[in-house]
Structures are given as structure tokens and as C-alpha cells.
């Protein structure tokens, strides 16, 4: 109440609020006084008399319209007096009084008692949390992720009503104009961990600039939606800045398959590096893991299997689909050999039909530049003009009209990559074309990640989300070299072996049947290990590098808390 009143009469505005609903009640009070004072003067005209106590009584129940009707004039004059009476209550009483009321008192002090509710700065004891200037479905994500590793998230947005919103939703938010560098002093940036500004890139560079002018090393991750923002966004001050869409196109197109069948480094850790491949159209189709002998034929070790966005620990009987896209583990050389044991380099646009890509936004631009860059044909279907009409290999037209993606040729592509940024239309084009064409491989974008699921049951082959995307990239600047997202609930991350992990051989802690993740390298003193013997001895002060869902790793913490 302290604080409500405090702000309720602390503001210039309601401080003239206050004096003029003062004005009117002292207007109000002057009425009863004349009113009280004329009713004398009738009385004793009359030839009656009552105390003044009785005449204020008999003024304010007239003018509230109660009139209990013990007091009452008999004369003309009386009555016309008791009518006006009457008029000016309900004027001044029943109308004015409620509106005036509510306006310069009860509506400040509601918005004065919601201003107390929405935090104006964070505790002065907070440190290591990260700063979001901007909420979305994103933002959700990334949140619901650092949760899960204890890490402070506060959303500075500078609405009232939608900093409410937020916080009855269990947001930790504090209320702050973006360009206000005394938003970010009450935000203890300094002490922040990070700071993600994924504004528009004219916004950002100015919470850039106010974030800049408050603290000079804090970590800062931007989004540039276009390229030209990147050199201002990094004279602004931004420490790291990204092209997240161009990093999905990117990330799009090394899915293609039918093209390119190497291995594609998607993490590195140290010497070790993390790769996915896919098993479409590979000799790897349709064997068990035990039966392909991948380790043993060229030192890569299989450390998951994606299967319709699911990422699941390989077992010996794992079976290998057209879906399948499988997770490796191994050094430069290894990976190399990998390569060889696929087949040759079938990059050549001379062997293959045109790879599809509908939409041609940011994204589906990006998708273009990359399979360019890797001498890879392809058609772009787009319905905006302008777009299409920058190259021959873009279509005009619908992606949903058959004369269109005929003419941009489903009936002959290895590969279709969906790129829109609406969800709804990504899964009705994945309904379309997979019942045009049974048997090609469905790559589509999601812009949310609820539907990822529905995307696969569509008929896509691989899905790859927007959101897991940034997640990842901010959480690996947050842990670097300590933890390694490579994608939405595929993690690589470090641990010291302690005493209940000494002294014994892999094989005997059985760590992947008892947490589900899969020991990818042991680093001894200086040297690492890349895809242990399942005999080899850790010890104390050695140091394990796995790989494992989400789920896996809080169940490792769980076992082995001392370990992390």
C-alpha cells in the first residue's frame, strides 16, 4: 500500500489529479453549507427552528435522494428549495461525484497499484542471468532451455500492460523503455551473462548503443535480418551478431539428399568432431547398425540416430530407414573415410534434377545461395514478382498450383525444402507434395516448435526449427567449450571424472544403458581420446565428453551430481 500511495501521489499528472477531484469536493462541501444555511432562513421563515446539525442532515439526505420525509417544508418557497436541492444532489452527488471519482482517484490508483505489481529493477544480489529485449515463441524456448540449466531470464519490455501480461504468466519481467540506459543500470547488466537483442535491426542498434553506454564487456547477441545490418550492428557495439535466417537456409540445405552424400559437420569440440548423415539413398539403407560396421570400417563411432526429429541412443539392432539420419562422432580423418565409404560426390547438376524450394523469402533465398555455392541446381518457386523475376531459376507463381510445381519440376526433383515462414502453409504444401510425390525427400522449416510433430506426420523428412536454431547458438556462446548444443535436445557437454567414476573401465560404469548418453571422448591430461575402446581405465581428474538428449543429461547430473 506503501508503494501504491507513493506512486499514486509521486507523478506530476496525478498530483493535479488529486488537487482538482480536492476542487470539486470543496465545490461540494460549499453547496452544503448554503444549502444548510438557506434551510434556516425558510425554517425560521415558517416560524420554525432547527439546530444546524439538523439542517446539514436534512441537506445531505435530499441531496442523495434518500428523503426520509420527517423534515419537509410547507411553504411554496420551501418546496421549490427542497426541489432544487434535489436537482443540484443528483447533478453533483449521483453523476458527477462517481465519474470525477473514478477519473482522478480510483483509475490512478488502479494504474499506480499495477505499476507496484510489474518490477521496475531486479534484485540487487542477481547476477550470471540473461536479458531479453524482445519476447516471442523464440524467446519461450530459449527460456524453457536455460531453465532447465538454472539460468536466470528477464524479459525488460517496455509496455505496461503486456509486462503484466507476462508476469502473470510467471515471467521474471521488469518494466523499462529499450533505449533508456537507466532500464539497463536497474537490470544489473553488468553483472548479466548475456544480453539477446533480437529487435528489428534499426531497434536493435539502439538498445545496442544504450546497453554500450552502461557496461562495455557484457556479452551481446544480435539478429540481422539483412546483411547490411551486420557491420552497424557491430560498430553499435553487439559482440556477436548472426543472420539466423540465412543460418537456416544454410542449415536446410545441407539436409538435401540425392546430391552430396558426405557427412555434415554440424559441432566441434576440440579435435572431435560431430556430424550428421543421412541414410536415404545410401548402401546404410535398410542394415542394422550392427550390420553396417561403420566403426570398424572407418573409426567413426554412432553416437545417435535421429528418426523423424526424435533423437534416440543407437542400440546394435537400430534400424537404419530412408528417415534416418544418423550422428557421428570422430576426428577429420575418420569422417574423410566415412565419406569414401558412401560413394563419390554426386554434387554435379549434370546427374540430377533441380532441387525444389518453395517460398522464396529470406530463408528460401538463403537455400538458393547455398546450393549454388555447392554447384547444386535448383528452382525457386515464389508468387511475389519482384522476387522471381531476379533470376531464371525462379518461378512465378503459387507453390500450391500444380501447373506451378510442374513446371518447376516435382515430377523429376530428388529434394523439396519448404521454407515459408507460416507453419499452417508449410504443412498443407507437405500434405500437397507428398501425395504428388510419394517418394521424394520432404525437407520443411518450422517457425514453432509445437509443430515439429505435426510437420513429420505430414510427410516430411526432416524438420528443422527456427527457435531450436537461435537456442542453440545462444547456449553454446553461454557454455563454450563446456557444453555444445548442437540442435533442440541434442547436447555434447564436458565432465570431470570423481571418485564414482575412477578407477573403472567404461564398460563396467555402463553409462549409456543407465543414463542414455554415449561417452564420445575421454581427454587425459592433454590428450583426447576420440571414440574410446570400451575397456580403457578413467580416472580422476580425466575428463568425459558425451553426447545425449536432454533427458539424458539430467539424468547423468542426477547420478553422477558431484561430476558437474
Keep these: 500500500m506503501a508503494t501504491q500511495l507513493s506512486l499514486l501521489f509521486g507523478e506530476r499528472q496525478q498530483k493535479g489529479n488529486i488537487r482538482l477531484l480536492a476542487k470539486f469536493l470543496l465545490v461540494l462541501v460549499l453547496f452544503f453549507v448554503l444549502y444548510s444555511i438557506l434551510f434556516h432562513m425558510l425554517m425560521l421563515y415558517e416560524g420554525r427552528q432547527y439546530s444546524w446539525v439538523t439542517g446539514f442532515y436534512w441537506t445531505l439526505t435530499t441531496m442523495s435522494t434518500l428523503g426520509f ?98 508476469h502473470d504468466m510467471g515471467y521474471h519481467v521488469v518494466v523499462g523503455e529499450l533505449d533508456d540506459p537507466e532500464t539497463y543500470r536497474r537490470l544489473r547488466i553488468e553483472a548479466a551473462a548475456m544480453a539477446l537483442v533480437l529487435n528489428d535491426d534499426i531497434t536493435s542498434t539502439n538498445i545496442i548503443y544504450s546497453i554500450r553506454e552502461v557496461s562495455d564487456h557484457v556479452k551481446t547477441v544480435t539478429n540481422a535480418d539483412v546483411g547490411d545490418s551486420v557491420d552497424i550492428l557491430e560498430l553499435a557495439g553487439s559482440s556477436h551478431v548472426f543472420r539466423f535466417t540465412q543460418m537456416l537456409g544454410k542449415a536446410l540445405s545441407r539436409r538435401v539428399l540425392g546430391v552430396s552424400m558426405k557427412a555434415n559437420v554440424i559441432g566441434a569440440f576440440d579435435r572431435l568432431l560431430i556430424a550428421e548423415a543421412p541414410v536415404m539413398r545410401t548402401w546404410l539403407q535398410g542394415k542394422t547398425l550392427a550390420q553396417s560396421n561403420l566403426r570398424q570400417a572407418t573409426g567413426v563411432n554412432v553416437v545417435g540416430i535421429w528418426e523423424k526429429n526424435q533423437f534416440m541412443i543407437p542400440a546394435a539392432q537400430s534400424f537404419l530407414g530412408e528417415s534416418t539420419v544418423v550422428v557421428l562422432a570422430g576426428t577429420e580423418a575418420q569422417l574423410e573415410r566415412f565419406d569414401v565409404s558412401i560413394g563419390h560426390d554426386a554434387g554435379s547438376t549434370n546427374d540430377h534434377a533441380p532441387v525444389m524450394v518453395l517460398g522464396g523469402g529470406r530463408v528460401g533465398q538463403s537455400v538458393a545461395m547455398s546450393l549454388e555455392a555447392r554447384q547444386i541446381d535448383f528452382r525457386v518457386v515464389e508468387k511475389r514478382s519482384v522476387i522471381a523475376s531476379k533470376d531464371s531459376r525462379y518461378i512465378h507463381g503459387s507453390a500450391a498450383d500444380l501447373d506451378v510445381l510442374t513446371r518447376a519440376g516435382i515430377n523429376e ?152
Design 69 to 166: 420525509g420527517d423534515i419537509t417544508f410547507h411553504s411554496d418557497a420551501g418546496r421549490i428549495f427542497s426541489v432544487v436541492v434535489l436537482l443540484s444532489g443528483i447533478v453533483f452527488l449521483l453523476v458527477m461525484l462517481p465519474f470525477t471519482f473514478i477519473q482522478f482517484f480510483y483509475a490512478p490508483w488502479l494504474e499506480a497499484q499495477n505499476k507496484a505489481r510489474a518490477p521496475r529493477a531486479v534484485p540487487n544480489d542477481l547476477s550470471g542471468h540473461v536479458i531479453l529485449t524482445h519476447f516471442d515463441d523464440v524467446a519461450v524456448n530459449l527460456i524453457e532451455k536455460l531453465q532447465r540449466y538454472a539460468v536466470a531470464c528477464v524479459i525488460v519490455i517496455p509496455e505496461l500492460q503486456s509486462a503484466l501480461d507476462l
Design 413 to 564: 526433383s530428388p529434394s523439396i525444402i519448404i521454407t515459408t515462414h507460416d507453419d499452417n502453409l508449410n504443412i498443407y504444401l507437405t500434405i500437397y507434395c507428398r501425395r504428388l510425390r510419394p517418394d521424394v525427400q520432404i525437407i520443411s522449416r518450422a517457425s514453432l516448435d509445437r509443430n515439429i510433430n505435426t510437420l513429420h506426420r505430414a510427410g516430411a523428412n526432416l524438420v528443422l526449427s527456427y527457435s531450436s536454431l537461435v537456442t542453440a547458438t545462444v547456449m553454446n556462446l553461454l557454455h563454450p567449450q563446456q557444453m555444445l548444443m548442437l540442435s533442440e535436445g541434442l547436447n555434447v557437454f564436458r565432465v570431470t571424472v570423481t571418485r564414482k567414476l575412477e578407477n573403472k573401465p567404461l564398460m563396467k560404469l555402463q553409462i549409456r544403458e543407465q543414463t542414455g548418453c554415449s561417452v564420445v571422448a575421454v581427454k587425459k591430461h592433454e590428450d583426447l581420446v576420440i571414440n574410446p575402446e570400451p575397456d580403457i581405465v578413467v580416472r580422476q581428474g580425466d575428463e568425459l565428453v558425451l553426447i545425449g538428449s536432454a533427458e539424458s543429461e539430467k539424468r547423468f547430473t542426477e547420478k553422477y551430481p558431484a561430476a558437474v
